[in-house]
C-alpha cells in the first residue's frame, strides 16, 4: 500500500513537472498583438514573441507561413510578406502551444502620443452625443496602452485592441480618432490607432535617456533628476508615510467621535524613480515595448508641460531627439511623423508681441519642420483662452489627417495652412513670402489683415499695416522708418486672421532671432 502510494505521489511529480515545462515553453506574444488588430498593409510585417530556447515557431497569416527557432534567450521572430488592405484574417503562431489572433485587418496603423490633449477622450469633446452616435465604423480600431513608467525598456506592455462603435468610442483619444476617421473615410482602408498618451507629462518622459544623454544641452536636466532620485530614500519615505497615517487615522478618530468631518486622507510620497515625468520613463514603459510594430506614421500633441519650463527653447532640439530616437528603434527609416501646434490659449493679446513658454515652443514646433518627413497641423484658431484642453478635436484631427493625405498618401490637396518662406525689404516695407499658399492668401473674416508687427534695430515692435499681394504680405509702419524685424500671431492668443483659400490658418512666426 505505501509503494502504491509512493507510485502515486511520484508521478504526480513527474506530471507537474510536465506541465511546468510545458507551461514555462508556450509560445507568448507581447500585448500589442492581439483581437481586432490592425496590421500594416504593403509592408513587410514583423511579428514576434518568446518560447522555449531552441523551440521553433510558425506563424501563419492571409496564406503565408514563415518560420522561426527562438534563440538563448527564449525570443523568436519572423517578417511576413506584404499584404494588401483587408480582412478579417485569423493570426496563428503555432510552437509547443498554438495562438490564434481573430479579427486581423490589414490598413493603416499610426502610433498616437503625448500628453493630455491627445489622451482626452471623445466623449469630452465638442459634439460628443452626435459623435458618439455617428461612430460606426467597423474598420477603425483602437489600441490604448496602459500607463506604466519604468526605469529601463520593457519588452511587453499591457494593451487591448477595440473595435469602434458608438459603444466604445466614447473612450477613444479624441485626436486619434478624427484624425483616423478622416483618412478612413478618404483611404477606405481599415485604420488601427496605437493611442500611447498621458496626461501632463513632458517630451523628455518619452525619449530614450541614450538620446538624451548624447545632446550636452540636456545634461543639466538630466543631471537634476539624477540626483533628485539618489536623495530619495524608499524606507525613510515609508516609515514617513506610515508615521502619517498613523496621525490621521487618530485625528479621524477624534473627527468622528466630534461629528466632524475627517481631515484629508495623506498619501505615500512620490517615488521619482518610477515618475511620469522623469527622463525616458515613458518611453521605456509605454513606447520601447512597442517597436518593431508596423507603421506607417506616428502623430504628436504635447507641449504643455513644457511650455511652462523655463527650457522651453530647448523644445525643438528635445522634440527632434524624440523623433530620430523613435525612428531608430523601429528602423523603418524616416517615417512620417506629424504634430500639433499649440493652439490659442490664455489672455487675449495686447501688446504687439507677447513673448512666452507658449509661444517660443511653437515656434521650436515650426522650427523642427526642416527634419525629413515631418509635418504640423496649425491650431492657433480653435483654442480657448480659459481651457488648455480645447474642446474642438475634430479640426485638430482632420487637420492632421490632411497632411498625411497630402504628403504621406501623396493626395493632391491643399495640406497645410501658410508658412513663413522668406523676407527681403522693399522702399522702406517688408516684404514677407510664404510656402502653402492654396489658391492664394486672404484676410478671414475681415478686410483687413491682422496680426502682424514690425520693429527696427532697436527692437521696438509695433502694430504694422500688412497688406496681401499674392503670395506676399507687405508689412509696414510709420513708426519704424528703417524695419528689420516682423513677426506674426506672436502671443500665446493672438488676434490674427491670414489664412490661404482652402481656409487654412497661417503658423505664427517671427523673422528675427532675437532673445525677447
Given amino acids: 500500500m505505501c509503494r502504491n502510494l509512493l507510485a ?3 508521478a504526480g511529480w513527474l506530471l507537474l513537472a510536465c506541465v511546468g515545462s510545458a507551461a514555462s ?41 514563415k518560420t522561426a527557432t527562438a534563440d538563448a534567450a527564449g525570443k523568436w521572430a519572423v517578417k511576413l510578406d506584404a499584404i494588401q488592405a483587408g480582412g478579417p484574417h485569423v493570426l496563428k503562431v503555432q510552437g509547443n502551444n498554438a495562438l490564434e489572433i481573430a479579427d486581423v485587418m490589414l490598413g493603416e496603423v499610426w502610433l498616437c502620443s503625448g500628453q493630455s490633449n491627445m489622451e482626452m477622450s471623445v466623449g469630452g469633446s465638442a459634439n460628443r452625443d452626435a459623435e458618439i ?19 529601463t525598456p520593457q519588452n511587453d506592455c499591457p494593451a487591448q485592441w477595440k473595435v469602434c462603435s458608438p459603444e466604445t468610442v466614447g473612450g477613444f483619444s479624441a485626436t486619434a480618432y478624427f484624425f483616423g476617421r478622416t483618412l ?20 523628455q518622459a518619452w525619449t530614450s535617456r541614450e538620446d538624451q544623454e548624447a545632446l550636452p544641452e540636456l545634461k543639466p536636466l538630466l543631471q537634476s533628476w539624477d540626483q533628485h532620485v539618489a536623495a530619495f530614500d524608499p524606507q525613510a519615505a515609508k516609515q514617513q508615510y506610515e508615521k502619517q497615517l498613523a496621525e490621521w487615522q487618530e485625528q ?57 519650463d523655463k527650457e522651453s527653447h530647448l523644445y525643438g532640439l528635445q522634440l527632434t531627439a ?16 506629424l504634430w500639433v501646434q499649440l493652439p490659442n490659449y490664455r489672455a487675449p493679446q495686447q501688446q ?26 496649425v491650431t492657433i484658431d480653435v483654442g480657448q483662452s480659459n481651457d488648455i484642453h480645447p474642446k474642438n478635436k475634430q479640426d485638430v484631427g482632420k487637420r492632421l489627417a490632411l497632411w498625411a493625405l497630402g504628403t504621406t498618401y501623396g493626395k493632391d490637396i491643399v495640406y497645410c495652412g501658410p508658412l513663413y518662406k522668406s523676407m527681403s525689404k522693399r522702399e522702406g516695407k517688408m516684404v514677407v513670402q510664404f510656402d502653402h499658399v492654396g489658391g492664394g492668401l486672404v484676410a478671414k473674416g475681415s478686410e483687413e489683415l491682422k496680426g502682424f508687427a514690425v520693429a527696427g534695430e532697436d527692437r521696438k515692435f509695433v502694430w504694422a499695416e500688412a497688406k496681401i499681394e499674392g503670395p506676399a504680405v507687405v508689412v509696414s509702419s510709420p513708426e519704424v522708418k528703417d524695419p528689420v524685424a516682423v513677426r506674426y500671431a506672436w502671443a500665446s492668443n493672438p488676434t490674427c486672421n491670414l489664412y490661404n483659400q482652402a481656409g487654412l490658418p497661417a503658423s505664427p512666426f517671427r523673422t528675427d532671432d532675437w532673445e525677447k
Avoid at 490607432?193 to 513632458?202: A, E, V
Fill in 25 to 65: 515553453a508556450d509560445v507568448k506574444l507581447p500585448g500589442v498583438f492581439a483581437d481586432h488588430m490592425v496590421l500594416q498593409r504593403e509592408v513587410a510585417v514583423p511579428v514576434w514573441g518568446w518560447a522555449e530556447p531552441g523551440e521553433k515557431v510558425s506563424v501563419s497569416l492571409a496564406g503565408q507561413t
Fill in 133 to 151: 452616435a455617428a461612430a460606426k465604423y467597423p474598420g477603425i480600431r483602437m489600441m490604448s496602452v496602459a500607463h506604466v513608467p519604468a526605469e
Fill in 184 to 203: 478612413h473615410q478618404e483611404l477606405d482602408v481599415p485604420i488601427g490607432l496605437i493611442n500611447s498618451s498621458w496626461g501632463g507629462t513632458p517630451v
Fill in 252 to 308: 479621524a478618530e477624534k473627527a468622528k467621535a466630534a461629528g466632524q468631518p475627517p481631515p484629508p486622507k495623506p498619501g505615500p510620497a512620490a517615488d521619482p524613480r518610477v515618475s511620469p515625468h522623469r527622463p525616458a520613463n515613458l518611453y521605456n514603459g509605454m513606447i520601447a515595448p512597442l517597436a518593431p510594430y508596423a507603421l506607417r506614421g506616428a502623430i504628436w500633441y504635447q507641449g504643455e508641460s513644457n511650455a511652462g
Fill in 352 to 377: 504687439p508681441v507677447e513673448t512666452s513658454g507658449w509661444v517660443i515652443v511653437q515656434n521650436e514646433m515650426l522650427k523642427t519642420l526642416s527634419l525629413a518627413n515631418t509635418g504640423m497641423a
Fill in 8 to 10: 502515486k505521489i511520484v
Fill in 322 to 337: 524624440m523623433i530620430k530616437n523613435w525612428r531608430r528603434v523601429w528602423n523603418q527609416g524616416d517615417f512620417p511623423f
